[in-house]
C-alpha cells in the first residue's frame, strides 16, 4: 500500500496515471474539463448556490437561432413596408453592418391566433397553436451589428471574450439538481461561430462550464464517445478515482488552493458517474413512437427532444443551437431559405412546448427563443437582409412568464425599438430574478473587482412576470 504521507516527488506520477486511465472515463473527464487560463489566477469566492429568493422557473431550455432571425418574417408584421416598399426614408437609414438597399416588404402572411390574437406568420402554424403560452418581445436591442460581438453579448453579457457564459452563471447561482450529469449542456450539431467561448466560465470555476454534445448522430455512444472504459469495470475504476483523489488532495495541500485542479476532479467523477445515466438520458430510441413523431424528424427536432429529457434528469441549463454556422444568416435568397428553416423549428418547438406541458413542467421550466440579433426590413443583394441590432424579436415562455401577451414595439418599418425597449442586460436580468437570483447580488470577484452577468446595467422586465 503506498504511503501517502511521504514526500510528492516520491509519489506515482499523476500523467502516468492518467494516461494509464486509458481512453475511458477517466481521460473524458480530463479533457472536458479544460479551464480559462484566467481560472489559475482567480481568487475563488465564497458562495453557497441556491436562490436569492423564491423562483419561478428551476430550469431554462435556451433554443437559439444562430445567425439572427428576420422578426418582420414571424413576429413583428410592417404593413408600412408595402406602402414605402423600395424606398430609404430616414427611420430605415441606420447603420448596419453592411450597405443596405430600400425597404424589402415580407411576403409571408400573418394571423391573429389563440385568445389573446397575437399575429404569427404562415410560416409557423404548429407554433402558432401555443401563441397564448408565448410572451413575445419585439422590443430588443444590442450594442453590435457583427455575429462575434453580438454572439458574446447575448450569451456572455459583453462583447469582450473574457467573461464567463449566462449558463455558467446561473450553474454558479444556484448549483446542479443531477450529480449525475453535468449542470449545463450545449447541443448543437455542428459548430457555432465562436463555438466555445460562448459556454465558457471565464474567471468562474471550471466546473460552470458547459459541457458541449454534437448532437448530429442520435446514437448515445457517438454524442458521448469514450464514456465506457472497455477495459476495468465499475469497482476497479472507483478504486483509481479514490487514488486519483487522494494523490490530488496531496497535491492541493502543498500548494494554493488550485480551483482548475478542483474542477477537474469534479469532472472525472462526473463523467465517472456518466456511465450509470448518460446512456439512458441521451437515448432517443427509449422514447415512444408518439412522442418521436410529435416532434418530428431532423437535427434540431432531436434537439428539443434531447432538451426536453436533460430538464426532466435535473439538468439546469440546456441551450439548442440550430445548427452548424450561421444557418440563419441571410444575406441573399432570404424569402427561399426562411421557409425551409421555420419548418424545422416550428414542429418540434410546439411539441416541446405542449410536452412540458402535460408533463406538468412548463410551469418551472423557462424556454427562450431568438438569435443574436434580427435582420434588417432593408434589403441587401436585392434579395437579402442585413445583420439589425437596433430593433428585434425575442420570445418567452414558462417559467414565471406572463403567455399571451407582446411587449414592446419597433418603428413603423421594424428597424428599431422605440417603445419599452429591452437591452440584452434587461433580457438577462430578467432570465436570473425568474430562476430566483437578483443579478444585482450575483457577483463573483476578480481581478480586484466584483462582475456580474449584467456587469453595472440591467433591469428586471417585471411587465412580462406572471
Known amino acids: 500500500m503506498m504511503n501517502l504521507t511521504q514526500p510528492h516527488s516520491d509519489l506515482l506520477d499523476r500523467r502516468r496515471l492518467l494516461q494509464r486511465l486509458g481512453s475511458g472515463v477517466g481521460m473524458l473527464g480530463a479533457t472536458t474539463a479544460v479551464a480559462s487560463p484566467l481560472s489559475a489566477t482567480s481568487a475563488e469566492s465564497t458562495h453557497l448556490a441556491g436562490p436569492h429568493f423564491p423562483a419561478k422557473a428551476k430550469r431554462v431550455i435556451h433554443l437559439f437561432m444562430n445567425g439572427g432571425p428576420y422578426q418582420g418574417d414571424l413576429f413583428d408584421p410592417k404593413p408600412a413596408l408595402e406602402r414605402y416598399a423600395g424606398t430609404k426614408p430616414a427611420g430605415a437609414d441606420l447603420l448596419t453592418e453592411r450597405p443596405t438597399g430600400g425597404l424589402l416588404p415580407s411576403p409571408f402572411k400573418f394571423r391573429q391566433h389563440g385568445e389573446s390574437g397575437l399575429p404569427v406568420s404562415e410560416l409557423l402554424p404548429h407554433l402558432s397553436q401555443h401563441v397564448d403560452d408565448i410572451c413575445v418581445i419585439n422590443s430588443l436591442h444590442a450594442d453590435n451589428p457583427n455575429h462575434g460581438p453580438a454572439l458574446l453579448q447575448m450569451n456572455n453579457g459583453t462583447i469582450t471574450p473574457t467573461r464567463p457564459s449566462m449558463g455558467a452563471w446561473f450553474l454558479y447561482g444556484l448549483g446542479t439538481e443531477n450529480p449525475n450529469l453535468p449542470g449545463y449542456l450545449v447541443l448543437c450539431p455542428g ?41 476495468w469495470d465499475h469497482a ?34 462526473t463523467a465517472y458517474r456518466m456511465q450509470f445515466e448518460a446512456s439512458d438520458a441521451f437515448d432517443l ?147 436570473l430574478h425568474l430562476l430566483g437570483l437578483d443579478h444585482k447580488r450575483l457577483t463573483y470577484r476578480h481581478a480586484g473587482r466584483d462582475f456580474r452577468l449584467t456587469d453595472v446595467h440591467g433591469r428586471v422586465v417585471h411587465e412580462i412576470i406572471s
Request: net charge neutral; with cysteine; hydrophobic share 35%.
Open 191 to 231: 459548430r457555432p461561430v465562436r463555438f466555445s467561448i460562448l459556454w465558457n466560465s471565464a474567471f468562474l470555476p471550471s466546473k460552470y462550464q458547459g459541457t458541449y454534445i454534437n448532437h448530429s448522430t442520435i446514437d448515445p455512444e457517438k454524442m458521448l464517445p469514450h464514456l465506457r472504459n472497455t477495459r
Open 285 to 431: 430510441n427509449r422514447e415512444s413512437k408518439h412522442t418521436r413523431e410529435a416532434y418530428g424528424a431532423g437535427e434540431f427536432a432531436n434537439g428539443c427532444l434531447l432538451a426536453r429529457r436533460m430538464v426532466e434528469r435535473g439538468v439546469r441549463f440546456v441551450q439548442v443551437y440550430y445548427g452548424n454556422g450561421q444557418p440563419w444568416d441571410t444575406h441573399s435568397g432570404h424569402n427561399n431559405t426562411v421557409p425551409k428553416l421555420c419548418k424545422n423549428i416550428d414542429q418540434p418547438i410546439a411539441a416541446l412546448i405542449a410536452d412540458l406541458k402535460q408533463r406538468g413542467m412548463l410551469e418551472d421550466t423557462l424556454i427562450v427563443w431568438g438569435g443574436e440579433f434580427g435582420r434588417t426590413p432593408v434589403s441587401e443583394n436585392g434579395n437579402g437582409r442585413d445583420h439589425n441590432h437596433h430593433g428585434f424579436t425575442m420570445w418567452m415562455a414558462g417559467g414565471g412568464v406572463k403567455g399571451g401577451m407582446s411587449y414592446g414595439e419597433t418603428d413603423d418599418f421594424g428597424f428599431k425599438a422605440v417603445i419599452d425597449k429591452v437591452h440584452i442586460h434587461d433580457l438577462h436580468a430578467t432570465m
Open 236 to 269: 476497479t475504476q472507483r478504486e483509481q478515482l479514490d487514488l486519483l483523489e487522494q494523490l490530488n488532495n496531496v497535491h492541493v495541500t502543498a500548494r494554493k488552493d488550485d480551483s482548475v485542479l478542483r474542477a477537474r476532479s469534479e469532472a472525472i467523477e
